[in-house]
């Protein structure tokens, strides 16, 4: 089944202590992203990846940190979390490849607590 | 920059109405629009998306959306509710830089 993979979903933390979401999917797509959910903003894009090696800003990255090694992974670092990084974060990925299309596949999300 | 408007926050309609939910963009280029649902709990799914052609979409679960160049909007739409429909739905417009820009969601509640 295509899918993309998060872990863990549920992770309550205290601020300074450094932590890791992992996202993986299984399609083969090139391009992968990492948004944030907040009420009443919407889903705002963290950071993204193009490919392996390639990895650049969304419109909210600071305080993260993510790294593309492999096609299928893309984890999320936050080396010092802080209670304002609590949120829904979600990891999509795309064919960057496939023509006319944005359509981006979510995983199931990772609700995070900064205590 | 791109962005996208949801002037609702909360609707509240009644089982078996119809129902409208209203999405503004603002994009110079032609856009690649999307609707997705989020039910309580749970990740993201697609309703349904526009990219070229039909103006006139249709999608998963009996919805449809309409993309009207001149107003901007692809406001998406179901003739008759059902209760599990209830979720929150985000429109989207695909942006420069490879993303998804969102719109800050519309919570649907149905009464029974």
Redesign the interface.
Known sequence: EAQVTQNPRYLITVTGKKLTVTCSQNMNHEYMSWYRQDPGLGLRQIYYSMNVEVTDKGDVPEGYKVSRKEKRNFPLILESPSPNQTSLYFCASRDRLAADSYEQYFGPGTRLTVT | AQS?TQPD?HITVSEGASLELRCNYSYGATP?L?W?VQSPG???Q?LL?Y??GDTLVQGIKGFEAEFKRSQSSFNLRKPSVHWSDAAEY?C?V?AQ????V????TILRVKS
């Open positions: 996208v926050i690649y999307f997705y749970q990740g993201l697609l998306k990219f070229s985000f989207a695909g830089g490879n993303k998804l969102f719109g800050a969601g």
